[in-house]
């Protein structure tokens, strides 16, 4: 039996011992997870407040990674508080000073880093750390944020008559620009290793742990337990948004969702079509994320974009209760896309939308940037809004299901993107044409480099005054026939009639002198190799003359002061808009077109 004394010395071993096997396997768990990371520091972004610099001074401590503070950095540099620099030199030199130095910081090796609140706004900032690093977003409401910052007077921002207002309109414009990081992490009120906890645990469920250097992936390869995927930024300042295109994003929307809209329902417009091959899916996944969500399926074809099918859709929604907040789940092809995102726009005043496209044609062109509407009597999309999504899931495997005509008609669009001003892309297609069309890595390819074309143009001029308007090569000509065909699909999809368009584009140039007929010869056999028609006399039962296409196409979006605007070409890759085009020189020419055999 122990004396007292010896009863003491051995329960102050076993509590050693207990002590330094717990950080034993804490150190064992901090290296795995900072193995499996591959190099890539651990980036906290988020509102003032949020505690970056607490949390991630610990976390830093916790996994034996050095910790930065760009806010410190920069005063260090400057020999000035954050303040002073505002006062002195204004916002933004504060942000360029703050996007060179978090460059250099994360270039100087693994480590955690709080960035500064407005740091991840910035969308070369963004960039950076994309490429370096791993964001999590320490989120909290804004009455912990306010109890927090009023603590302190260092806060530029806040330095306002009313810095509770300023502070939840701070948090309206960058709460979804936040939602872009890659893990979103709740910073709640009590002691900062709760918080720590829950982003261990989100980063080792992500990345994994224990992983042999040797067998670790490489940075560029997607992290163990998430599925492989392109991400397309298109920025629109605080309306900016991903586009992420890879295979499996069906089965994982709900945490995609969660993490850009968190909390919020959903409400999912398909057709039938695509409600029998990709709804169940998309319902199994929101349900294992907790989103409650109400559907409606449509039937399937153009005639569905129609005052009907808005009506309907839009008393839809509102009989599902959803709220200003919730979102709008488009799922489907382009027709569903623009429905639905019309209706976003205009339940409540404006709902999130949210794009799935399923067709090639819609995730690579419908589905991003924001043009949402329904067709008229008069013509295509002349009824509609433009509605940025606040999220595209192009879930490359979901075209597996496509019927061959549709994939030839996404093509189409494809093909356009390397003949508005990008040459090289288009010789690439005429490399790649086969690979594309058995859905191997070429297709993945082919809809991200789309994605990036139209993601940068749409940046540049989103509400089409200018140079968006290159995105309707062949369109002056395809929506025309697809009017006069009366929107029946059986007869000429939107692809197909694109295809012609782009073909008479090309044509139309040569015959008035602008484009080389060998450039325009290239184009038509690439599309033609594709099996896609070239020739308005290719769609079937077409008994329309040249005064009634010409009639068509002055209902076209770009015509401007009762003159025709066209799309034309000076080359492939060199697209440029014709203003002003003469009635009796497209009259010709379409006598012409349609007298060939």
Not at 3 to 31: N, W
Not at 454 to 480: C, P, S, W, Y
Request: glycine share 10%.
């Amino acid at each position: 039996m122990l004396k007292s004394g010896g009863a003491a010395c051995y329960i102050g071993i076993m509590t050693q011992t207990v002590a330094f096997e717990d950080r034993r396997q804490k150190d064992e768990r901090a290296a795995a997870l900072v193995r499996a990371l591959q190099g890539r520091s651990i980036v906290l972004v988020g509102m003032m407040g949020a505690g970056k610099t607490s949390v991630g001074r610990r976390l830093a401590q916790r996994l034996g990674l050095p910790f930065a503070d760009a806010d410190a950095e920069i005063e260090t540099a400057a020999r000035m508080s954050i303040s002073e620099i505002f006062a002195r030199h204004g916002e933004a030199f504060f942000r360029n000073r703050e996007h060179h130095v978090i460059a250099r910081l994360l270039a100087d090796g693994q480590k955690v880093l709080a960035a500064g609140g407005g740091a991840f706004i910035d969308a070369a900032t963004r960039e950076r750390i994309r490429e370096y690093g791993v964001s999590v977003w320490l989120k909290a409401d804004v009455d912990v944020l306010g109890r927090r910052v009023r603590k302190r007077s260092n806060r530029p921002l806040l330095a306002t008559d009313s810095p509770e207002e300023t502070l939840a309109r701070l948090m309206e414009i960058r709460d979804p620009i936040y939602a872009l990081a890659d893990h979103t992490i709740v910073s709640r009120e009590g002691s900062h290793e709760f918080v720590i906890e829950d982003l261990l645990d989100a980063l080792e469920k992500a990345y994994g742990t224990a992983v042999p250097v040797s067998e670790a992936p490489a940075v560029s390869d997607p992290p163990p337990g998430r599925a492989a995927h392109a991400a397309v930024a298109v920025e629109l300042d605080s309306r900016a948004y991903e586009i992420l295109i890879g295979d499996g994003l069906l089965a994982d929307a709900g945490q995609h969702i969660a993490r850009v809209a968190p909390r919020a329902a959903c409400f999912v417009v398909t057709d039938a079509n695509v409600a029998s091959r990709h709804l169940p899916a998309l319902l199994a996944s929101l349900e294992q994320a907790g989103i409650r969500c109400g559907q409606l399926v449509l039937e399937p074809g153009e005639s569905t974009k129609s005052f009907a099918g808005f009506t309907r859709t839009c008393e839809a929604i509102l009989g599902a209760r959803m709220e200003r907040g919730d979102c709008v789940l488009a799922l489907g092809g382009g027709v569903v896309g623009d429905l639905a995102g019309f209706a976003a726009a205009s339940a409540r005043r404006g709902m999130r939308l949210i794009q799935i496209p399923t067709s090639l044609l819609a995730q690579v062109d419908s589905s991003v940037g924001g043009k949402t509407g329904i067709n008229s009597e008069h013509g295509k999309n002349l009824i509609g809004a433009f509605h940025q999504p606040i999220l595209v899931l192009a879930d490359a495997g979901t075209l597996a299901t496509l019927p061959d005509r549709e994939f030839r008609a996404g093509y189409a669009e494809v093909v356009k993107y390397g003949l508005i001003n990008d040459a090289a892309f288009f010789e690439w297609l005429e490399r790649n044409r086969r690979g594309v069309f058995a859905q191997g890595p070429e297709l993945r390819e082919a809809i991200r480099v789309s994605c990036m074309a139209k993601a940068a143009i749409v940046a540049r001029d989103e509400t089409e005054q200018g140079e968006r308007m290159l995105l309707n090569l062949g369109h002056t000509f395809g929506h025309a026939l697809e009017r006069l065909t009366h929107y029946q699909s059986t007869r000429l999809n939107h692809g197909e009639g694109v295809a012609i368009g782009l073909a008479c584009a090309f044509r139309f140039s040569v015959r008035l002198g602008h484009c080389d007929g060998q450039d325009a010869e290239r184009v038509v056999g690439h599309l033609r190799d594709a099996g896609l028609p070239t020739r308005i006399r290719d769609i079937p039962d077409w008994n329309e003359g040249a005064a009634a296409i010409l009639e068509a196409m002055y209902q076209d979006k770009k015509v401007s002061a009762g003159a025709l605007t066209f799309i034309l070409a000076r080359g492939i890759g060199e697209a440029f808009v014709a203003r002003g085009a003469s009635p009796d020189a497209v009259r010709t020419f379409l006598t012409d077109e349609l007298a060939e055999p």
